[in-house]
């Protein structure tokens, strides 16, 4: 009988085992700082690394500057993606940054948007007259010396000699998406935004793309903050795998990481 006993108390724990596998990993909470351009991409990023890895993923999203100046205060954040190295730069250089984990992630372009589906094509140049076609009307841009997109945009209208007339008609917004929501509610007849925001918006329409040239390269690069624990590096490495890349792509970026 012990004999039995102890075979039948073995099968049940074989059993038990198979029914109630054990413990996995306790799921953690990660703290992502992403550019506002990234709102749609990052959705559909932060939903499969959820169910990927079941740990926790907060998102805040917002212009690249006001994310950097937070980190710099000592927000808590794990990783950073901007859309611009500038700040990247500046955090790495007040070593904020977890050493080797930066990596340029994605590639942009940058368009001219009119308000309403279908609008007329435009060729961009310097013979394009863009204060005539403004009116009475803005030029809605993200923060021409702050935020990314308006940096880059401001860089293109002085490389083609049209910033001088369009200066005093710019609506500066906080970040790119506030920058394209004038454009999408009609506050503003046209703006510059990145060609993912304009695939983003049914009520805008992209007229033209800025010459490559006409601008810095539109780089986003992400790393992890020094000091950060837990998930931050399986989510850089969740950034450069297929799952993210598709996501990223689906959206109309380039991903440049391995």
């Known amino acids: 009988m012990p004999v039995r006993r102890a075979l039948a108390a073995a099968a049940a724990a074989v059993l038990f085992a198979a029914a109630f596998p054990a413990t996995p990993a306790k799921a953690e909470r990660l703290t992502v700082f992403a550019a506002a351009s990234l ?8 939903a ?20 950097a100046r937070q980190i710099e205060a000592g927000a808590p954040a794990d ?41 007329a094509p435009v060729e961009i140049g310097p013979g394009l007259d863009l204060a005539a076609r403004l009116g009475e009307g803005r030029l809605a841009m993200a923060l021409v010396e702050a935020v990314p997109a308006g940096i ?12 001088e007339d369009v200066a005093p008609r710019v609506a500066q917004a906080d970040n790119v998406r506030a920058a394209l929501a004038l454009v999408a509610t009609g506050a503003a007849p046209y703006g510059i935004v990145y060609a993912t925001d304009a695939r983003a918006e049914d009520d805008v329409t992209a007229i033209a793309t800025f010459p490559a040239e006409t601008h810095p390269p539109i780089l986003y690069p992400a790393a992890a903050i020094a ?12 950034l450069a795998g297929p799952e993210a890349r598709a996501a990223f792509e689906a959206e109309g970026f380039a991903v440049v990481a391995d």
């Open 39 to 46: 709102t749609d991409a990052m959705a559909a990023v932060e």
């Open 48 to 67: 499969g690394f959820e169910a990927a890895t079941g740990h926790e993923v907060a998102v805040s999203l917002a212009g690249s500057s006001a994310l």
């Open 79 to 119: 990783v950073f993606i901007s859309a611009n190295p500038g700040w990247m730069d500046e955090l790495e250089a007040a070593g904020r940054l977890a050493p080797g984990t930066r990596v340029d992630l994605l590639r942009n372009a940058l368009v001219l948007i009119a308000h309403g589906p279908g609008a």
């Open 152 to 163: 880059y945009g401001k860089a293109a209208l002085e490389r083609l000699g049209l910033w």
């Open 227 to 238: 000091g950060a624990e837990g998930p931050a590096a399986a989510f850089l490495d969740y």
